[in-house]
């Protein structure tokens, strides 16, 4: 989902905490040298082609 989806359906009050959910989510779930997209509970929202099973 882009970000631009993603601004219209999340209310003004939550931004902040999505900005910051999604942050800790990239940092510690969706890494960029080894996703662990097993575990990730947002698997089914997201657009990445290489998916990994770990």
Known sequence: MGVEKL???IP???KMD???L???HGGYTC???K???GSCV???LCEF???TEV
């Open 35 to 37: 996703p662990r997209c």
């Open 42 to 44: 947002i698997e089914d």
């Open 49 to 51: 082609k290489d998916k």
């Open 31 to 33: 890494v960029a040298r």
């Open 22 to 24: 999604l942050s800790l």
């Open 7 to 9: 601004l219209k359906v």
């Open 12 to 14: 003004g009050k939550f």
């Open 18 to 20: 999505v900005y910051q």
